[in-house]
């Protein structure tokens, strides 16, 4: 068994929540307990793989290099282990095959619907849209009534003035039918995903996990707003036992040593807002002054030490360790899919 960590070709390897920093992969590599060879993501496609290998590598905020890795990651896993897995590369930066996994693994206990055609936007009000890329609270939006939808319709999927000129064009020289087909063809498409909206929330948390370790951040919402998340309202606290039992459900099916949760808290019960698995800011772990470990069957608490490149080795050799050990299937709290129906 062997782990190739693959960089940058300038050596860069993200997940340190700035952009311009790197994680320390001599570091990383020294503390994995596996035979371990650093290399670039352009060396992948002419590396001879045994099934045992594994990659590790992260995606990127930059869409070109998160599009090339889905191209070449796609082959590698067919020739051994990735790390994050293909469907944690896909979810970065997708709120849309978020929304497809979450639904496919039955977890996170919020309705949801991905979209391309606003006029299939189905939940009832009040709902949160979201476009399916943007950090913090950008590109969110509470819909309370049809106006609320009629604006994000003009704002984010009418066509631009020379597209509309074209379609008054074609009108006058396409048959009805054809028309038809042309006319859906350029109707205006945006990818969304809706959300049911959690009333009465005054916070939310963000879970950072890895392997065994739980860190938790309290993000308070700010007044007359509804999203924690950019907010700045924050606190280092540790959060209750149902939020923590909830993140270590989700992660288990994640099937990734290190996790990102955001997860609020109703009288419904816990509710998976968003996730990711790569990548990821780890502003919680460096700043919480504590971390939870799940012993004997209670939460415990210990001191931080703060050391990003530990703690991502930690979760790697877990997670490696675990890997070939039969899966076990934590129960959840799921609610039943929403079945859509047209309401404007």
């Not at 379609?167 to 048959?175: A, C, G, N, S, V």
């Not at 959060?239 to 459900?249: G, H, K, Q, V, W």
Request: some cysteine; hydrophobic content about 35%; proline content about 3%.
């Amino acid at each position: 068994m062997k782990i190739y960590i693959a960089t940058l070709p300038n050596g860069y390897f993200g997940s340190t929540g700035q952009s311009w920093q790197s994680i320390n992969v001599d570091k990383l590599a020294s503390l994995l307990n596996y035979d371990t060879q650093i290399v670039t993501i352009n060396d992948l496609m002419h590396i001879d793989f045994k099934e045992t290998d594994t990659v590790v590598y992260t995606s990127s905020d930059e869409k070109n290099i998160r599009f090339y890795l889905q191209d070449v990651m796609y082959f590698i896993n067919k020739k051994c282990k990735i790390v994050p897995n293909y469907n944690i590369l896909m979810s970065h930066e997708n709120k849309g095959f978020q929304e497809l996994l979450r639904s496919d693994l039955g977890f996170g206990n919020l309705n949801g619907h991905y979209f391309f055609d606003i006029d299939d936007s189905c939940l009832p009000t009040p709902k949160v849209l979201k476009t399916v890329t943007g950090a913090g609270s950008s590109g969110v939006f509470l819909v309370k009534d049809k106006n609320d939808i009629e604006k994000i319709k003009n704002d984010h999927f009418e066509l631009l003035k020379n597209k509309r000129l074209m379609k008054i064009q074609e009108k006058t020289e396409l048959k009805n039918s054809k028309f038809s087909i042309y006319n859906y063809r350029h109707k205006g498409f945006n990818r969304f995903v809706e959300q049911e909206f959690i009333p009465c929330l005054n916070y939310d948390y963000k879970i950072l996990v890895f392997g065994d370790r739980y860190y938790g951040l309290k993000r308070n919402i700010k007044k007359g707003d509804f999203r924690a998340s950019g907010s700045n309202l924050f606190e280092h606290i540790k959060p209750s036992t149902e939020i923590l039992d909830f993140a270590r459900n989700i992660f288990a099916q994640m099937e990734n040593p290190y996790a990102s949760l955001d997860i609020a808290q109703s009288s419904n019960g816990c509710h998976l807002i968003e996730f990711q698995g790569t990548n990821f800011s780890p502003g919680t772990l460096l700043k919480a002054p504590y971390r939870y470990l799940f012993v004997d069957g209670e939460w415990i608490k210990e001191d931080n030490d703060k050391d990003l490149e530990a703690n991502y080795a930690h979760a790697l050799n877990i997670f490696m360790k675990n890997s070939e050990l039969p899966s076990i299937s934590i129960p959840l709290n799921i609610k039943s899919k929403t079945e859509c129906s047209k309401i404007f």
